[in-house]
């Protein structure tokens, strides 16, 4: 016979039970999330759990904050359930006035996620175990935005979009940018200025408040990258296939056969995400790196290695000419995060390019002007032959003419580009895997170059790429190189 008393313990045990243990409170979640499909309870969801619990019980006992986080997991891994659906639920059985603010790249995911997580609040389950330590608020009670009478707030909005007036204890980003706008480099800076600019803001305390980012990797720039730059974020990366960018590295023991999740994500479901996405969407998405290993549309193995010495050698030998010639995709700017005029010296000779130095460099008019004389000088400018090819956009075209008033130089506007910029890289494939763009051994210049030549499409800058394929499209194509003197 089950007495009050003995019932009324009982629920005190289960409300204990729930509320030590968020992992357990999402598994019993789950039922009301997910009604009709089962959970597969795949270690990593006990992990991210337990770090989730950490996370909140700290900010409730208002002990100062060591870092943010940020979360680099596949899409198919339940992360939004656990993270941005059943969390803010739980939270509030450990402390109702808790307020999140949750956000996702559209208005539409982000209020579809607050609705779940008021599905749970508002089950007979839970219910019955919290329903006395909180009532939900009727006159706050919408999509985007419901409160509890403990002042307990969850909001919710697309990702870019204002939170005036709102301050959160915990700020989650879930899958902040679409991976189809993920190329465009005006689309993640403005998500990660927003970040900056206003999220940031947004803390309840500057000192214990969390943020909390969670999503998958898609360029090197995108949100996990710039914040991951600042070193104030703990990292937490769980790829697909076991990887040496695992994080926190002691993780790499739990993966079975190599795999996250060998149910869920097995090897046939990853070929199909691997079909499905192409190869950089899938080393972005499913990898956490927005690098594919050896580089993603050009690889570092393709470029060959050549010594001055031996260059000029050939070339006395066979007694043809050596003239070095430069490309340049210009910008005129001193902000380190906009895009630099980068200028390729190169030489072609016996139906290669032998690159002698490359510089992305940060100048105002003036000092640019100044130092493209001072480059072209040092790496053998030849004023009876050498040729200045400079790209025809608004800003190569001033720096053209500021050069032809200025200086002495060769400079000729190159032909403008019919394709874009991934297209443009893809018609100079065959030639630089063939093996026919040489670098200058041990130069300064190759490591910057080449990360940034096999990170695209996926890097934050593309002006040494631009630079290489004016080069390289003039050794292939020359009928279609053709340019004209800048008068």
């Not at 357990?24 to 006990?46: D, G, M």
Request: proline fraction near 5%; charged fraction near 25%; charge should be neutral.
């Amino acid at each position: 016979m089950i007495t009050a008393t003995s019932a009324a313990n009982l629920h005190t045990i289960r409300q204990w039970k729930y509320r030590e243990n968020f992992y357990e409170f999402f598994v019993q979640a789950w039922q009301i999330i997910e009604p009709i499909k089962p959970l597969n309870e795949n270690w990593h969801l006990k992990y991210l759990a337990d770090l989730l619990q950490e996370i909140v019980m700290r900010i409730v006992r208002k002990e100062q904050r060591t870092c943010d986080y940020v979360i680099n997991v596949p899409p198919a891994t339940t992360k939004s359930s656990l993270v941005t659906i059943a969390l803010p639920a739980w939270a509030w059985i450990v402390e109702p006035s808790f307020k999140i603010i949750s956000a996702s790249y559209a208005d539409v995911l982000s209020h579809y996620h607050a609705g779940k997580t008021r599905d749970i609040i508002l089950s007979d389950w839970y219910q019955d175990l919290f329903g006395d330590l909180y009532r939900m608020r009727l006159d706050v009670n919408k999509k985007s935005e419901f409160a509890n009478s403990a002042e307990g707030m969850r909001y919710a909005v697309g990702s870019g979009g204002s939170a005036i007036g709102r301050h959160a204890d915990l700020v989650i980003c879930d899958d902040p940018i679409n991976p189809k706008k993920s190329a465009s480099t005006v689309e993640l800076d403005a998500i990660n200025d927003w970040w900056d600019t206003s999220i940031s803001t947004r803390l309840t305390d500057a000192n214990i408040s969390t943020k909390l980012l969670v999503m998958q990797r898609l360029a090197t720039n995108d949100l996990a990258g710039h914040c991951l730059k600042k070193g104030t974020y703990c990292h937490v990366c769980l790829p697909a296939e076991l990887t040496p960018d695992v994080a926190p590295a002691e993780l790499a023991a739990n993966y079975v056969d190599g795999l996250l999740d060998p149910v869920r994500l097995n090897r046939e479901a990853l070929a199909s995400f691997r079909t499905a996405m192409g190869t950089l969407g899938y080393v972005g998405q499913m990898l956490q790196s927005p690098v594919k290993t050896g580089g993603n549309m050009v690889k570092g193995a393709w470029f060959m290695e050549y010594t001055m010495s031996r260059l000029q050698d050939e070339a006395t030998t066979e007694k043809l000419p050596l003239t070095w010639n430069y490309t340049i995709d210009g910008a005129y700017t001193d902000k380190d995060d906009n895009d630099a005029t980068a200028i390729i010296a190169y030489a072609q000779f016996k139906h290669s390019l032998y690159v002698r130095d490359v510089a992305a460099v940060r100048l105002e008019m003036p000092e640019l002007i100044k130092f493209i004389p001072e480059f072209a000088m040092r790496n053998g400018y030849n004023p009876r032959a050498s040729r200045i090819y400079i790209e025809p956009k608004a800003s190569g075209l001033s720096v053209a003419q500021m050069l032809k008033r200025t200086t002495h130089l060769n400079v000729i506007i190159d032909t403008p580009p019919k394709t874009d910029k991934v297209a443009r890289v893809a018609e100079c494939l065959p030639y630089i895997e063939a093996g026919r763009v040489h670098l200058l051994q041990g130069a300064s210049f190759v490591k910057a170059f080449t990360d940034e030549v096999c990170a695209f499409p996926n890097y934050d800058h593309d002006d040494q790429v631009d630079a290489l394929t004016m080069a390289v499209r003039r050794a292939i194509e020359p009928e279609k190189g053709r340019a004209v003197w800048h008068k």
